[in-house]
């Protein structure tokens, strides 16, 4: 946790200090008071997280995958903490190890539907009225669909898999960050700083680098924050349906799966994985609402 | 998707029986009361096409019984009695088998059943159009029939056939209405017409097949209650693919009947007083990994060898099953007759197992331990039926994926909904798999293992997975196929299954059971011994 807390503190400040001016409000004051407990915990949780997922051995030495099938269904006890599943597997190595798959999901993923969001939405905002209308209405037609029906069409078309999956629930998050990068853009595009840089002379690549970008991504950022909470459930959601992760794969949402057949008899099988993704979806979520309050003062 | 499949039918709305789960239970003397809905929740799947004789599987065979009947039935010891048919007379070449028909029995639109059908039905179970498997391998000796009198069918055989009448007791050869055949395969797909004590009254797609009572019932099968028509007014057959949900649907009184329970919930509900357990093994084969021989890697007996001697299987049974199976060392299910037992031939010795994969070539491994060979790494295929296996049985191939690794295979699981998983096997996509076969004689080794069935059936199936093709097992086969002499059964059926046990072609499991758990509420339940199928004739619901 104190490894990273200097790094996140940084990466929000320096947008900020970057824009001198341009976004029209000063924040330095505001930093002392937008991490409160909550937030604080937040970020101590993720930098946990960060670490099952870099660095999983240190939290739990075992092998995730290794049975043991006299150990079968233990409750949790010292040893076990978090008991074991039907094969005498260690959950709580099993949740340690898991980290790391469901993490990359919905960081990937988040790239992805990112990615894919600034190529429409600057297409739309700056390309000119027949490109914003197609690229419009093409978003809307995909805002028809529910995220995750969108999710399961790819994988239906595509097949399952972690990859596939991945790419699948970043698709399907493209159009909302699409239309907010398209709105922004439009309007940093009308700003008088940016009449100033083409008065002055500036070529489009730099006023698009230098002015345009930067202000368009700022609510764009503090989405993403949330949005990976979001991703985390979506994949875990498509692992749980077995679209997703493979058996017997360390993977929350698959974890899941197998023990939703033993609900009634081992509880610790569904309880444990669906703690850590509750938890991670929350500490992002809580981090990006700091991080939104503070853009938006 | 399977699994899509799963969440929509385990979130349709499920109709629940007014008040069947807070009764008391209620001793099984007190008389039956007619009338009434009974609920059964299937985990078998939704057949595609309710006619058995088309493909031919164990959904077909489980919503069909009640409807459609067959000539003959099987006592408790696996004997031939009587049913639509009355006997059958052999021939001495054994040749020609008559088969005499019971008088005064109709199917539900009127046509009566007499030899003219039974014509009618081999001959549409025989035809190619109708995309048979099981029926028209079970009838692969059949040559032709003839009505030789309205109630004597005439079967004429190219060989001697010792599996013929336990062939024709099964439901995938069920008799069915000519005029309901006539119809076309689409219609009659939708509600075949039988001489059951149930009729084919709706089927909503992805949701419930309703059967109503035929009130003109008379061919209650032997053993049965009583005669005459049923008790029940409806049966509503539903699909609950997922196992955990479909034993909460039963406890919640939603559903009064449901099939393929997983252990804990079996040792659960034998131990509670609102509901109880049926089992029965199905006969046929065991529950076994079919090692496919036809393809790299497994087309060496070493791999093969090592594959079985690294696959530790007994642990799993004992802590997943919850006492409620047994390891089986032989491809026949206990239930069936001439089942053998090499405990030796299924040993794990995993120094065994490095030194045959040594001796086969897959000497170096790379990083993550898996044996190397030419470049190519030692990954074994799983195709998994997310239908016909249960959660824990998918457990147990987990735990042999984990104990073969240690030797160095990377077995790849993939569990797989029914269709794609037909599609695997039928292009050969996979080294191992698990299938179900279940036939009411030993006849079932040369379905599964002869050299023939390498070849699909019309449906795109072929049974033997395994790629077994060894001229001295087909021999021994063909023989004990033939023969009426049980002792020279009994001596080919033991040779050939030590010729599969040597050569390393299959790892038995367990016997497949039939589990149906039932509240307390449903009296007179019982499984025709045929293929463990419930019987719902002489079932009533306690008010």
Known sequence: MTLLEPEVESDAGRPADGRRGHAGSGHGSARGRVLGVAQWVALGVIGVLLVAAVLPGLLAPGDPLAIDPAQAFLSPRWGHPFGTDESGRDIYTRVVHGA???????????????????????????????????????????????????????????????????IAVGLATAPGYARIIRSQARAVAGAPYVEAAVVLGR?????????????????VFVLVTLGIGQAIVWAAALSYLGLGAEPP??????????????LATAWWMTFFPGLAIVVAAAATTVLGRALQKRGAR | MISLAGVVTASALLIALAGCAADAPVSVDSTPVAGGTLTYATGFGEPTCLDPHVGGNMPQALVGTNVLESLFSQDESGAIVPWLASGATVSEDGLTVDVALNEGISFTDGTPFDADAVVANITHMKDPNTASSTAILALGKVTSVEAVDPLTAR???????????????????????????????????????????????????????????NEAYNSAPAGAAHSGPAYLDTIEWRFIPDTATRFA????????????????????????????????ALPGASIRL????????????????????????????????????????????????????????????????????????WT??????????DGERLVV????????????????????????????????????????????LGSWDFDVTSAIYTKNSPDVLRILYHSDNIIPAPSGYHPNNAHVSIPELDALLTEAGETSDAAVREKDYAAAQKLLADGAYVLPLYDHLQKIGYSTTVQGLTLLPTLQIPYFGDTWVQG
């Open chain 1, 203 to 219: 070529s489009r690549a730099r006023i698009l680098g230098r002015h345009i970008l930067p202000n368009a991504l700022l609510p």
């Open chain 2, 381 to 424: 295929d799983f195709p998994i039926s997310t239908n016909q296996s249960i959660p824990a049985e998918q457990s147990l191939f987990e735990q042999i994926q984990a104990t073969t690794k240690e030797v160095g295979f990377d077995v790849e699981l993939h569990p797989l909904d029914l269709s794609s998983w037909y599609a695997a």
């Open chain 2, 249 to 280: 649907a039963l406890q919640s009184g939603q559903v009064d009947v449901i099939d393929e329970m997983q252990p804990d919930n079996v040792v659960a509900a034998a131990s509670s007083d609102q509901f109880d357990v049926l089992t029965g």
């Open chain 2, 364 to 373: 170096s491994r790379d990083s993550d331990g898996t044996r190397m060979k």
């Open chain 2, 290 to 361: 079919e090692l496919n021989s036809g393809y790299a890697p497994f087309d060496d007996e070493r791999v093969r060898k090592a594959f079985i001697a690294s696959a530790d299987v007994n642990p799993g049974i004992e802590s997943l099953f919850f006492g409620t199976v047994d390891r089986s060392y032989s491809v026949l299910s206990t239930s069936t007759p001439y089942g053998a037992s090499f405990e030796d031939d299924y040993a794990i010795d995993t120094d065994k197992a490095n030194t045959l994969l040594d001796e086969a070539g």
């Open chain 1, 249 to 262: 794969t360390a993977e929350w949402g698959a974890m899941l799966f197998a023990g939703k057949n033993y």
């Open chain 1, 100 to 166: 790391a798959p469901s993490l990359v999901i919905g960081v990937a993923a988040t790239g992805i539907g990112i990615a894919l969001a600034l190529v429409l939405g600057l297409a739309a905002a700056l390309g000119g009225r027949v490109v914003d209308f197609g690229v419009s209405r093409f978003l809307e037609v995909l805002f028809a669909f529910p995220g995750l029906l969108l999710a399961l069409l790819v994988i239906t078309v595509y097949g399952p898999g972690v990859v596939t999956s991945t």
């Open chain 2, 155 to 213: 079967f004429t055989l190219s060989e001697p056939d010792s599996a013929l009448q336990e062939s024709l007791a099964q439901t995938w050869l069920a008799m069915e209405s000519p005029a309901g055949l006539a119809r076309g395969m689409d219609a009659n797909c939708e509600a075949p017409i039988g001489t059951g004590p149930f009729v084919f009254s709706e089927w909503v797609k992805q949701d419930h097949v309703t059967l109503t009572r």
